[in-house]
């Protein structure tokens, strides 16, 4: 799996949008964009995930550059409880392939 | 739907002793993984099961550990003898085995504490 850097820690302002980056630049041409998340005390939760065009659900949207090099992941309207751990993992999207979890980014959202 | 149940919730035992963590997968779900988190490092792949067989087993430690699957349902991981070392959160994830939407869903995790 191609290797991701994250920035170690975010603040946002609550009901702002909390824009966090990841940059993949040895990504393949068929590894797709994953993000988890992990809440304290709790296992990761699956948010969203992309090969190269923008996707968006319920919880965020997710950006993909033209060149797949680096994505971002938007929470377009932060609560106290998107306060987590993210994870920004590159992986096959062969059923059963592992996830491979770096070290995430903390962002903390703030009242 | 009941989503990925990991037992116990914690567990503390002494060095030497013999500690057995279970996970039972969403229905239907072939694909069944094992992680861990211990303390100040991040979470690494431990195995992956397909129905009751082992697809990947690279992550395992050592020979202490031994993870089973029968009848491909639920899954066990007994630690024997457990050091210090193993103290941390051990997570279960399970995935539909096809399909287009294959992510992964987690349980909440078994915090064990070897001391």
């Known amino acids: 799996d191609a290797k991701t850097t994250q920035p170690p820690s975010m603040d946002c302002a609550e009901g702002r949008a909390a824009n966090l980056p990841c940059n993949h630049s040895?990504?393949?041409?068929?590894?797709?964009v994953y993000w988890y998340r992990q809440i304290h005390s709790q296992g990761p939760q699956y948010i969203i995930h992309?090969?190269?065009n923008n996707e968006t659900n319920e919880m965020a949207s997710l950006i993909i550059t033209e060149d797949r090099k680096s994505s971002t992941l938007i929470l377009p309207h932060a609560t106290l409880r998107d306060t987590a751990v993210y994870y920004c993992?590159?992986?096959?999207?062969?059923?059963?392939?592992?996830?491979?979890f770096g070290e995430g980014t903390q962002l903390t959202v703030n009242p | 739907e009941a989503g990925v149940t990991q037992f116990p919730s914690h567990s503390v035992i002494e060095k030497g002793q013999t500690v057995t963590l279970r996970c039972d997968p969403i229905s239907g779900h072939d694909n069944l993984y094992w992680y861990r988190r211990v303390m100040g490092k991040e979470i690494k792949f431990l195995l992956h099961f397909v129905k009751e067989s082992k697809q990947d087993e690279s992550g395992m430690p050592n020979n202490r550990f031994l993870a089973e699957r029968t009848g491909g349902t639920y899954s066990t991981l007994k630690v024997q003898p457990a050091e210090l070392e193993d103290s941390g959160v051990y997570f279960c994830?399970?995935?539909?085995?096809?399909?287009?939407?294959?992510?992964?869903?987690f349980g909440q995790g078994t915090r064990l504490t070897v001391v």
């Open positions: 994830a399970s995935s539909l085995l096809r399909g287009k939407d294959t992510e992964a869903f």
């Open positions: 992309g090969l190269k």
């Open positions: 993992i590159v992986r096959l999207l062969t059923s059963g392939s592992r996830l491979t």
């Open positions: 040895t990504i393949s041409g068929n590894e797709y």
